[in-house]
């Protein structure tokens, strides 16, 4: 005798139609600015390959493969990858939930706050490497465009369209570099997700107390959220050792991608240092907004961009550009949160000498 599979702890249906709606349809999508799109990330994705590749010395597969999708094109593609991903744990949440007369409410509040999640980030993305949208194409390894985000930010600031595209492209172009010229980092990223989420003990209980923790803490004048948002407050010890390795691990790759699109910009794009300066104030939004991505942690994958630049500027111009090889080693090798914000402690660690100061003897 057959059992029908529970259904599924998340109604990603229902969190697909608000995120499409949260994030809207940008009017530049349907314009005829949007024609130049493909042809230009094609041939920018392309030249981005050859500066990536020159500049940080790690070996990508070629033939890198660009694609543009508007905002609801990426709200789907990342709700598939979404479903993949976070399938260890609402497969055990849909058993629990099955028996709870309460189950058809919460499936559709947790694809209702998705939703709105997927929905928010979709109106703000501008790029992205597949490794997180899978599902995006039937290309596998291409990199992600996001039109409509990119189109509004060339009209607002009259950004030179050719020469933004470029910038952006090395960004992302940097991060398939990451993942795929580092032969054992894709697997480790994606083991350290499955443990996290093999971790999780879906109670209920368990929020109800941290949210109780979290009230603790405000009355100290702490924020709770700091440190990663709801997840953060559910998480048990060994699963914050294992959110830290996460962190600490995004840091470096995102403050990498943006200093290697920096210095690059610096060196041969047009703008670059005005089009970093726009980015960086967008990304630290004050008022509602900032109050929405701290509750859903979405600032400390904001803050990461800055720590992960500031740990890269600082052992690349103590120790010269060749240092961050020592990073790529392996697991061990990787920086912690706390050598993140103290550059001279890694240094230390992984036993690299300080360049001798100019002048010096």
């Keep these: 005798m057959s059992h029908d599979a529970p259904p599924s702890a998340v109604d990603w249906d229902l969190a697909g139609r608000v995120a499409r709606v949260v994030a809207g349809r940008d009017p530049l999508s349907g314009s005829y600015l949007s024609a130049s799109l493909e042809r230009d990330f094609a041939e920018v994705t392309e030249e981005a390959e050859s500066i990536v590749t020159g500049f940080t010395g790690l070996t990508m597969p070629g033939g890198v493969r660009s694609g543009v999708v508007d905002r609801h094109g990426w709200v789907a593609a990342n709700i598939g990858s979404m479903k993949r991903l976070l399938a260890p744990l609402t497969d055990r949440l849909a058993e629990r939930m099955s028996r709870s007369p309460f189950a058809p409410v919460g499936r559709r509040l947790a694809g209702a706050e998705m939703g709105v999640l997927l929905g928010y980030m ?9 490794l997180l949208v899978p599902e995006a194409s039937d290309t596998p390894d291409a990199v992600y465009y996001v039109g409509p985000n990119i189109l509004t930010l060339e009209k607002r600031y009259a950004f030179r369209p050719r020469d933004f595209r470029l910038w952006i492209a090395v960004h992302e172009v940097t991060h398939r570099a990451q993942f795929t010229g580092v032969p054992w980092l ?3 990223f994606l083991s350290l997700v499955e443990q996290s989420l093999e971790l999780v003990e879906p109670d209920p209980k368990r929020l109800v107390r941290a949210l109780g923790r979290a009230s603790e803490e ?3 004048g702490r924020n709770p959220l700091d440190s990663g948002g709801l997840v953060a407050l559910v998480a048990t010890p060994e699963q914050q050792g294992i959110i830290g390795r ?6 470096l790759l995102e403050g990498h991608g943006t200093w290697v699109m920096n210095r690059v910009g610096d060196d041969s794009i047009p703008g670059a240092e005005r089009m970093d300066r726009v980015l960086h104030t967008r990304r630290r939004s004050r008022g509602l907004h900032r109050q929405f991505q701290r ?3 979405i600032e400390m994958k904001l803050r990461q961009y800055e720590i992960g630049e500031r740990f890269v500027a600082a052992v690349t111009t103590a120790a010269g550009p060749d240092v961050l090889e020592v990073a790529w080693r392996g697991p061990e090798w990787l920086p912690t949160m706390e050598e993140l914000d103290d550059p001279t402690d890694w240094l230390q660690r992984v036993e690299v000498p300080a360049l001798a100061a100019p002048g010096g003897r």
């Design 218 to 220: 405000l009355r100290a």
């Design 295 to 297: 509750l859903l942690g």
């Design 186 to 188: 894709r697997s480790y």
């Design 246 to 251: 996460m962190q600490a691990l995004m840091s």
């Design 122 to 130: 979709g109106q703000r993305v501008l790029g992205q490497y597949d």
